[in-house]
């Protein structure tokens, strides 16, 4: 079965400091990988998303995440966080492309606070 | 419309009362899901409808929820005779054609039941 780990339930940087939340899937094949942001009051946003080639994939917002099959990890980084980054981040994996999204597994998620 | 819309977008209810929340989902989006957000959980896949097809029902955690989706397009989901550990923010989501695997969610409905 898939599953996702995000280790880091809360992290707190400061504005304009790096940053970079953890992710871990278990899944027996290549996954489909998702980063979403939650804004207070809002619905999930898509960041960035990978399926195959480049290990590094860019995203909006200044988001960038990296692929990295021998750690099973698929980490979100910003090099410069702004305060309207503060935000809840969910990593998402899943097996099937066109095909039934509720394969997406979804971690607990890490609540972002951005200190001024 | 130009987003998934839920309503409503909050709901307290009491003990053993039914409840139905409210999905318009983007227009020509022919893939819909309901999940389930419960406080420092992660999202619950509820159930998936897509296009005239059997939905997917297997993520309703009881008899007591079901769902609907009137003419491919507003779906509604229904929690009768609500329960405590029934309260947390139910999201709504849809995809288009594209077979991106990104899903589009809409902001909503948080449900309390006393």
């Known amino acids: 079965a898939q599953s996702v780990t995000q280790p880091d339930i809360h992290i707190t940087v400061s504005e304009g400091a790096s940053l970079e939340l953890r992710c871990n899937y278990s899944?027996?094949?290549?996954?489909?990988l998702f980063w979403y942001v939650q804004s207070p009051g809002q619905g999930l946003q898509l960041l960035l998303k990978?399926?195959?080639?480049?290990?590094l994939v860019q995203g909006i917002k200044g988001f960038e995440a990296e692929f990295k099959r021998s750690q099973s990890s698929f980490n979100l980084r910003k090099p410069s966080v702004h305060w309207s980054d503060a935000a809840e981040y969910f990593c998402?994996?899943?097996?099937?492309?066109?095909?039934?999204?509720?394969?997406?597994?979804f971690g607990s998620g890490t609540q972002l606070t951005v200190l001024p | 419309g130009a987003g998934v819309s839920q309503s409503p977008s909050n709901k307290v209810t009491e003990k053993g009362k039914d409840v139905e929340l409210r999905c318009d989902p983007i227009?020509?989006?022919?893939?819909l899901y309901w999940y389930r957000q419960s406080l420092g959980q992660g999202l619950e896949f509820l159930i998936y409808?897509?296009?005239?097809?059997?939905?997917?029902k297997s993520g309703l955690p009881s008899d007591r929820f079901s769902a609907e989706r009137t003419g491919g397009s507003v779906s509604t989901l229904t929690i009768q005779r609500t329960q405590q550990e029934d309260s947390a923010v139910y999201l709504c989501?849809?995809?288009?054609?594209?077979?991106?695997?990104?899903?589009?969610f809409g902001e909503g409905s948080r449900l309390t039941v006393l």
């Open positions: 998402a994996v899943g097996g099937t492309l066109s095909g039934s999204a509720r394969q997406l597994t």
């Open positions: 899944y027996g094949a290549t996954p489909y």
């Open positions: 990978y399926f195959s080639g480049d290990t």
């Open positions: 227009s020509g989006h022919t893939a």
């Open positions: 409808f897509q296009g005239n097809s059997a939905p997917d």
């Open positions: 989501a849809t995809t288009g054609t594209g077979g991106t695997g990104e899903l589009f």
